[in-house]
Nanobody, 120 residues
Framework: VQLQASGGGLVQAGGSLRLSCAASGRTFSWAVVGWFRQAPRKEREFVAAIRWSGGTTRYADSVKGRFAISRDNAKITMFLEMNSLKPEDTAVYYC??????????????WGLGTLVTVSS
């Protein structure tokens, strides 16, 4: 399984970015996929997750109302739409698949990450 995250970059506070994560090597047959992030000198944290079948979502409190996770079944790709970005959103963002469903999901496969930097 290979996961390729893209779409990160430098954006001003209040701006938007859209992250993508494409899978290769096998189809997306996992029940739950998600996004996580790790800021400098901090532990990795959960951001958002989605059930591949049905599309039920859940979010960390820090991003509710600003971020939206989605997936494209045909393209075997998932997305993270990030709006109203804040400097504290600065982090390396990772996509992951084969996750459990909960406040702190565990996932079996991880992408390499894409850097998001939000300037004040």
């Amino acid at each position: 399984v290979q996961l390729q995250a893209s779409g990160g970059g430098l954006v001003q506070a209040g701006g938007s970015l859209r992250l993508s994560c494409a899978a290769s090597g096998r189809t997306f047959s996992w029940a739950v996929v998600g996004w996580f992030r790790q800021a400098p000198r901090k532990e990795r944290e959960f951001v958002a997750a989605i059930r591949w079948s049905g599309g039920t979502t859940r979010y960390a409190d820090s991003v509710k109302g600003r971020f939206a996770i989605s997936r494209d079944n045909a393209k075997i790709t998932m997305f993270l739409e990030m709006n109203s970005l804040k400097p504290e959103d600065t982090a390396v963002y990772y996509c992951a698949v084969a996750c459990s469903w909960g406040d702190q999901p565990d996932c079996d496969y991880w992408g390499l990450g894409t850097l998001v930097t939000v300037s004040s």
